[in-house]
């Protein structure tokens, strides 16, 4: 039901455009055809001179061209079409084709134009007033030459009738629709809203769920590995140490025990270091901008390749969830560079749009083939940042170097989003 729904919605949509566009058009397309068979037949079947007969039409063509688009065709653009300014338009457009009609009945093709003008003219009434004084235009110059007989007469009032309310009864349909259409553009926009609405808010719960579930195993990894590793570690280094006092008393220290010893030194250290290295040492003593900024500085001086970072936008606090995530893209991105492009130049850009951040790399290395990047580390990236809300995007061809683009949405500390309608 919805797909369907959305099919008329979109064929419905696209009718409007079209007639949009033929309300836009009309004008100009009728206006060139009436002047190019006045010059091109008219004037060299008759044997007419262009001066000043041909002149004279040519500038009221001018006229009309300046008329129907300041008149027409830019408020309907700027969509600033007022009625009186629409029925003022209409008025001089019937003039004008009443004084051109006077060199040539060709421009009763131009006057066909009132009539589509006239469907935009508000209230409904003004239109079906708009569609008789175009039908009188109109009529009036073809039965001009027949004189006030009568039977003439009658005819003539016969077709302004049945004409006006053929078109009109058009444009007392379309006033009609126009609020119950005017409604449903208002409810399809409420509902797209509260549909953007319920992903910011999907993605805020999923950044919350995954924020507290990585906090939640990052105190238990600490905690088992200080209760049972480091604490094991201690003992050992307790034990070796007195059996080294004990070796060195006796005179005979044992090489095993020492190495021991060494061993069970780094493994504590390397435990330690585990602990604290749960989240990215950078981002302990910084936000992600700088964070980043250190790391590029680094990784440029170690790997000999100019490096520049760039951060756009106001910045914004983000949940550690958001900026641990976006600080191993660029490091994975960083040494996916050093490992494989042969770049000359990495650029690393962290905008803040407001509802989102985005963090683009870029190099100009060789690049590669669509699939060729499908290896461990850039699925670790997207699956990374897909568990924020987010995604990854890597463009790259032969030569021409790659980029990877990762776009989360900006999720404040607490859970809420920064920038947008549940923002600051």
């Known amino acids: 039901?919805?797909?369907?729904?959305?099919?008329?919605?979109?064929?419905?949509?696209e009718q409007l455009r079209v007639w949009d566009l033929l309300h836009l058009?009309?004008?100009?397309?009728?206006?060139?055809?009436?002047?190019?068979?006045?010059?091109?037949?008219?004037?060299?079947?008759?044997?007419?001179?262009?001066?000043?007969r041909g002149a004279s039409v040519l500038g009221l063509v001018a006229v009309s061209v300046l008329w129907v688009l300041f008149g027409h065709t830019l408020p309907i653009k700027r969509r600033r079409l007022r009625p009186v300014p629409a029925g003022v338009f209409l008025v001089g457009l019937l003039v004008l084709c009443v004084i051109l009609m006077t060199y040539s009945d060709i421009f009763l093709v131009f006057t066909i134009a009132g009539f589509f003008h006239a469907y935009l003219l508000r209230p409904w009434p003004l239109g079906v007033l708009g569609v008789l004084?175009?039908?009188?235009?109109?009529?009036?110059?073809?039965?001009?030459?027949?004189?006030?007989?009568?039977?003439?007469?009658a005819e003539f009032?016969?077709?302004?009738?049945?004409?006006?309310?053929?078109?009109?009864?058009?444009?007392?349909l379309?006033?009609?629709t126009?609020?119950?259409?005017?409604?449903?553009?208002?409810?399809?926009?409420?509902?797209?809203?509260?549909?953007?609405?319920?992903?910011?808010?999907?993605?805020?719960?999923?950044?919350?769920?995954?924020?507290?579930?990585?906090q939640d195993e990052r105190q238990r990894l600490a905690r088992e590995i200080h209760d049972t590793l480091a604490q094991g570690l201690a003992g050992i280094i307790t034990q070796l140490q007195a059996a080294e006092r004990s070796a060195s008393v006796r005179g005979e220290p044992e090489e095993h025990v020492a190495r021991a010893l060494r061993l069970a030194r780094s493994s504590l250290t390397e435990a330690r270091r585990s602990v604290r290295a749960l989240a990215p040492r950078e981002l302990g003593r910084a936000h992600l901008p700088d964070a980043l900024r250190t790391l590029t500085?680094?990784?440029?001086?170690?790997?000999?390749?100019?490096?520049?970072?760039?951060v756009t936008g106001a910045r914004e606090p983000l949940s550690p969830a958001i900026e641990v995530s976006l600080f191993r893209v660029a490091q994975e991105s960083l040494t996916n560079v050093a490992k494989h492009a042969r770049a000359s130049r990495v650029g690393v850009t962290l905008s803040y749009t407001g509802a989102e951040v985005l963090l683009d790399v870029r190099d100009d290395g060789r690049g590669f083939t669509n699939g060729a990047g499908a290896g461990f580390g850039l699925t670790s990236m997207r699956?990374?940042?897909?568990?924020?809300?987010?995604?990854?995007?890597?463009?790259?061809?032969?030569?021409?170097?790659?980029?990877?683009?990762?776009?989360?949405?900006?999720?404040?500390?607490?859970?809420?989003?920064?920038?947008?309608?549940?923002?600051?």
């Open 383 to 424: 699956q990374r940042i897909r568990g924020v809300g987010g995604h990854v995007e890597v463009q790259s061809a032969p030569g021409e170097g790659t980029s990877v683009s990762a776009r989360v949405p900006a999720i404040a500390p607490g859970g809420t989003r920064t920038g947008g309608e549940n923002g600051r």
């Open 133 to 153: 004084a175009t039908s009188v235009v109109l009529n009036g110059s073809a039965m001009r030459g027949a004189g006030p007989v009568p039977g003439v007469l």
């Open 174 to 176: 379309t006033a009609r």
């Open 25 to 52: 058009i009309t004008p100009w397309l009728l206006l060139t055809i009436s002047t190019v068979i006045y010059f091109s037949g008219v004037l060299p079947a008759s044997g007419e001179r262009f001066w000043p």
């Open 297 to 310: 500085e680094r990784w440029s001086q170690e790997q000999g390749i100019s490096a520049r970072v760039e």
């Open 157 to 172: 009032i016969l077709i302004v009738t049945v004409q006006t309310a053929a078109i009109g009864v058009g444009i007392l």
């Open 1 to 13: 039901m919805e797909i369907a729904h959305r099919s008329r919605l979109a064929w419905k949509q």
């Open 178 to 214: 126009e609020p119950e259409e005017r409604r449903r553009e208002e409810l399809v926009e409420r509902l797209e809203a509260a549909l953007h609405e319920n992903a910011g808010l999907h993605a805020q719960l999923v950044a919350q769920a995954r924020e507290s579930g990585a």
